[in-house]
């Protein structure tokens, strides 16, 4: 696992200037800089790979019943791979695989100027980042899927405080989790809706405090903004609309392929025409149906764009990165899932979650510590709350765990070691356990 340390990659002479020279411990590869891992990086890397591989095993080849009780390795085994086949099953391809599309089409094509105007290290904080924070929920991606967007943002040039609060808002307060959150609370007896406020407001308090923060801590780490002077990028055939046309359809993908529009695809084929007499099934299957058409009219129109609008360079450099991406970010989001799910199969975890029954400073921070290291997702995480309520947890530790559950998690943290460095991402974490604790105790004082 080792940092990245991001050099110049957009330049109009990418594939023919003659290549820096490598410093003594790094290793170049694809315009990327590398420090070489230590020996200690690469015998936790190599000894998380092979627990996880025993584990597969174990998972596969112990004979086991639903609930039947295992010795402690081979259950928190059996949870991690199912949390990880869960995610593979639900999360891969609604989710994670647009994102790594949208973003490498970000750190392509995005216009850098616009970004760095907008998002810059020295853009205006008034608009920076509450359009940090309006940008990240209108996205619907969990907090795995967010990392390589907030990567490619970074790379064109965002502060590091605004980029902060993107990646915590995206996953916190997306459309998709905002709808759930308001079904889940609202049809309770009796029903809850201050939770939904409490995680409207929180989450855009938070991210902007956050992201703030950040920005005032790494103040001297955060990157000079380069001028057209220095850094002169090679001007696009295309329009302003046509750009935003692009980026607007792989959007729409990933927002359908998340049921986002489900209103509209769960209806586009009526269950009465597959002639299946399970009613439940025949809709599930017709809403399936109608989600796939769209997707493949989507793509099929985002397939004739590029090859319209897009040179076949430019196509094999979009390409290029979304493979690259993928390859650097993926087998860290499928360790840091199966860890997270082995820590959820640790039954006293999950216990100690339903006994924080009275609002307190402690409470609020160990539900915000659980939420941060372990898996739930911008959906589960929801279901995660509503249940430890039912079982007694207080509205104010309730929503800390929300707040952290559904903004980070170990696998993401994984991640993002890589990403920022080790001191940025331990701060980062810091400041979500502290500033969800804080949110969630003045919200259970209000709220009790």
Not at 62 to 69: D, F, L, N, V
Not at 251 to 268: A, Y
Request: aromatic content about 12%.
């Amino acid at each position: 696992m080792s940092e990245i340390i991001e050099v110049t990659i957009d330049s109009p002479c990418e594939e023919t200037c003659t290549p820096p020279k490598k410093e003594k411990g790094s290793k170049k590869k694809q315009g990327e800089e590398r420090r070489e891992s230590t020996p200690l990086e690469k015998g936790v890397y190599y000894t998380a790979w092979s627990i996880f591989v025993v584990s597969v095993c174990l998972s596969y080849f112990w004979p086991h019943k639903e609930g039947e009780q295992l010795p402690f390795f081979i259950g928190v085994s059996i949870a991690g791979v199912k949390e990880l086949t869960d995610f593979l099953a639900q999360h891969l391809i609604s989710a994670i695989f647009p994102a790594f599309f949208l973003s490498a089409a970000i750190s392509t094509f995005f216009p850098k100027d616009m970004l760095i105007k907008t998002m810059g290290k020295n853009s205006n904080p008034l608009i920076s980042y509450p359009l940090a924070a309006f940008a990240g929920a209108v996205l619907t991606v969990c907090s795995c899927g967010i990392l390589p967007i907030f990567m490619s943002i970074v790379q064109k040039g965002a502060g590091i405080g605004p980029a902060i609060t993107f990646l915590y808002c995206s996953p916190a307060i997306n459309l998709i989790s905002l709808v759930y959150t308001w079904k889940i609370f609202f049809n309770r007896v009796p029903p809850i809706p201050e939770m939904l406020w409490g995680r409207i407001i929180s989450v855009i308090v938070c991210g902007i405090v956050i992201g703030y923060l950040m920005s005032i801590i790494f103040k001297k780490e955060d990157p000079e903004e380069t001028t057209q002077d220095e850094k002169e990028e090679k001007k696009s055939n295309r329009s302003v609309a046509q750009d935003m046309t692009y980026f607007g359809l792989l959007v729409v993908i990933m927002l359908t392929s998340t049921d986002l529009f489900s209103f509209i695809t769960g209806n586009i084929v009526p269950p009465s025409i597959l002639g299946i007499a399970d009613a439940a099934r025949a809709s599930s299957i017709a809403s399936l149906a109608g989600k796939l058409g769209c997707l493949v009219i989507e793509i099929i129109a985002l397939i004739l764009i590029v090859r319209a609008w897009f040179t076949p360079d430019e196509t094999r450099k979009w390409l290029k990165r979304t493979w690259r991406q993928g390859k650097e970010i993926l087998p860290m989001v499928f360790l840091g899932i199966f860890f997270s799910g082995m820590l959820g199969g640790v039954k006293q975890i999950i216990d100690y979650l339903g006994s924080v029954r009275v609002n307190t400073l402690q409470s609020n921070f160990i539900a915000s510590f659980v939420g941060s290291i372990v898996y739930f997702g911008s959906i589960v995480g929801v279901n995660v709350v509503d249940l430890a309520m039912r079982w007694g947890m207080h509205k104010g530790p309730a929503l800390s765990l929300l707040l952290t559950g559904c903004a980070i998690s170990l696998p993401s943290i994984f991640v993002l070691v890589p990403l920022i460095g080790k001191r940025k991402s331990l701060a980062y974490i810091f400041l979500i356990v502290i500033c969800s604790a804080f949110c969630g105790l003045v919200f259970g004082n209000v709220y009790s």
